[in-house]
């Protein structure tokens, strides 16, 4: 069964502070996908990272990085100094090779205060 | 590049009445996904169509929903005899031709929010 759990519900940080957002998935799959997706206040759905179960190399881009590591299953991401812009709901998400569909987790709500 | 249209992107309908959501995929794309959000809840995958073919209905509710994707003109999600527990986000995502079993990204669409009265 594939699934991903984002166990902090809402996170509220003050501007500029770092702020690491949690991703644990579960799959049997050998290969499979992690993504993050950012949905602002608007409602729309940003892409941000796509990961391959084969490439456990961490990723950085600009104020944003990811955590990939297999041994825990966990793929977190992290925002650095943060901005009031960030605030979004961060949704994880898992596809395998074996099915269509990708797996969500709940989400984590980020406020940044100014 | 246009990104992935739905409209509308707010409709209202009373109890039993119809509702048909709309989503043309990204210029390129030949594959569409349907995903239902509840309130406070991440997104669930109800069906997955290429060009005039469902591929994968399993998160589709049984009744009341059906899902197309025709060879001209863009998916459609639709919602017979809607109810109270119908009203959520219904976003379309869309990805390039598979290779192989290679597993692309999904783009999303802004959504469309269905409010039942």
């Known amino acids: 069964a594939q699934k991903v759990t984002q166990a902090q519900t809402e996170i509220s940080v003050v501007e500029k502070e770092d702020v690491t957002l949690d991703c644990v998935y579960e799959?049997?799959?050998?290969?499979?996908?992690l993504f993050w997706y950012k949905q602002p206040p608007s409602g729309e759905l940003v892409f941000l990272i796509r990961?391959?179960?084969?490439?456990?190399q961490n990723e950085i881009s600009g104020r944003y990085s990811w955590n990939f590591q297999k041994s825990t299953s966990s793929f977190n991401f992290t925002i650095t100094a943060s901005q009031v812009v960030d605030s979004a709901v961060y949704f994880c998400?898992?596809?395998?090779?074996?099915?269509?569909?990708?797996?969500f987790g709940t989400g984590t709500s980020l406020t940044v205060i100014p | 590049n246009a990104g992935v249209m739905q409209n509308p992107r707010h409709l209202v309908r009373r109890r039993g009445q119809e509702a048909r959501l709309r989503c043309s995929p990204m210029k390129g794309h030949s594959h569409v996904y349907w995903y239902r959000q509840l309130p406070e809840e991440g997104l669930k995958f109800m069906v997955y169509?290429?060009?005039?073919?469902?591929?994968?209905e399993s998160g589709m509710p049984k009744e009341r929903f059906s899902a197309e994707f025709p060879k001209e003109g863009p998916s459609i999600l639709r919602i017979q005899q809607v109810v109270r527990g119908d009203s959520a986000a219904y976003f379309c995502?869309?990805?390039?031709?598979?290779?192989?079993?290679?597993?692309?990204?999904?783009?999303f669409g802004p959504g469309t929010r269905l409010t039942v009265l």
């Open positions: 169509l290429q060009k005039e073919n469902i591929i994968d």
């Open positions: 995502a869309s990805s390039p031709e598979l290779a192989g079993t290679f597993t692309d990204t999904q783009y």
């Open positions: 799959t049997r799959d050998t290969t499979y996908y």
């Open positions: 998400a898992l596809s395998s090779n074996t099915g269509n569909q990708f797996y």
């Open positions: 990961r391959n179960s084969f490439d456990e």
